[in-house]
């Protein structure tokens, strides 16, 4: 099947193709119900049950693609919609808008030197060698460093490699690289210690700001649902109207708790949604405050604000 012509009329979504953030990026699309098959080494994939069309795509690209309004939305990290509009004319403005924080794929992109080395600012690099895949980002942070509003008159020499940055200072090419920190073990195994942070990261959901299709606010929403449903659990107990008020300030819920009577008289049941990082002593500081029969469950979709 020629995909290129079916392609008319649906929401064209871009996905990472590879690396970190595909697999997430893969989970959120199935926790929003879209439902497709790809084709062995094809890049476009029809969704079956909505006018959409997946377009997986090198994360880096992405936000080219969404910026010039080829392709409605997509899931990237901030960095690389941060490089694309810093490698913008001056005066142009980005055609790509940030609708939401995904709260996957967090690293910082960061200035790094020799550990063993004597520098220990940013600015100790001017006029030496820089190497990096993030040339945009890294040639305004230095044009800011040294006052230069043209780029060309630059002393730091800013160097492009697509991949192991972290080896340009050992092989001698670089004096500091800009590159993405994320456990840091790939900096501390090449003997690097990160002295500035250029941009924190996370995965976004972006959105063109030419689009016009009506889906795209929809899946936007669905996306939302997830991403809530994935950082909540739902805690319910059972607790005596007495210690009602301490329980309910232990979990005030998104809105408010829901209280419920129970057939025992001065008993109610409590249910709230908590965040699931904190739901173990949100259950200590219950029990504490007197409440029974505590339950924690899954929350499978949701659609709130
Ligand atoms: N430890 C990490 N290292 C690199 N990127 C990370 C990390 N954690 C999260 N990310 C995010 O994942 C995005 C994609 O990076 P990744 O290296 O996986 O892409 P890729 O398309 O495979 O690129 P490449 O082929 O250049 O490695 C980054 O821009 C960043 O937002
Ligand atoms: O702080 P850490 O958890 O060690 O992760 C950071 C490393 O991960 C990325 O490289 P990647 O593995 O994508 O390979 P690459 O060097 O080829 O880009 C990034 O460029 C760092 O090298």
Not at 27 to 39: A, W
Not at 164 to 178: F, R
């Amino acid at each position: 099947m020629d995909l290129v012509n079916h392609l008319e009329g649906r929401l064209l979504f871009a996905i990472p193709k590879k690396g970190r953030l595909q697999q997430a990026a893969l989970d959120l699309i199935s926790g929003c119900d879209i439902q497709f098959r790809r084709e062995t080494r094809l890049d476009i994939a029809l969704v079956k049950n909505l006018p959409i069309a997946l377009i997986f795509l090198p994360a880096a690209d992405i936000p080219t693609f969404v910026g010039e309004g080829r392709v409605d939305i997509g899931i990237t990290g901030r960095d690389q919609v941060a490089e694309h509009d810093a490698s913008l004319p001056a005066g142009e403005v980005s055609g790509v808008t940030e609708v939401l924080d995904l709260g996957f794929g967090s690293c910082k992109l960061q200035v790094q030197v020799p550990e063993k080395g004597d520098m220990l600012e940013s600015k100790q690099l001017v006029g030496k060698n820089v190497v990096t895949s993030f040339t945009s980002l890294a040639t305004s942070f230095f044009s800011q460093l040294e006052g230069v509003s043209d780029p060309s008159q630059l002393k730091t020499k800013i160097k492009f490699v697509g991949g192991s940055v972290e080896a340009a200072c050992a092989l001698g090419v670089a004096d500091g690289i800009v590159d993405l920190v994320e456990s840091g073990e790939t900096m501390r195994a090449a003997g690097l210690k990160a002295i500035d942070t250029v941009v924190e990261s996370n995965a976004v959901l972006v959105k063109s700001k030419n689009t016009t299709h009506e889906l795209a606010e929809l899946i936007t929403s669905r996306i939302r649902g997830v991403i809530v449903a994935q950082k909540y659990v739902l805690c319910q107990y059972n607790i005596n109207r007495e210690q009602l008020a301490v329980a309910c300030a232990i979990t005030p819920g998104k809105r408010a708790a829901t209280i419920t009577a129970l057939e025992e008289p001065n008993w109610v049941a409590v249910s709230a949604m908590v965040e699931k990082k904190k739901i173990a002593t949100v259950m200590d500081e219950l029990i504490k405050s007197g409440a029974e029969d505590v339950l924690v469950l899954k929350i499978q979709n949701t659609r709130t604000e």
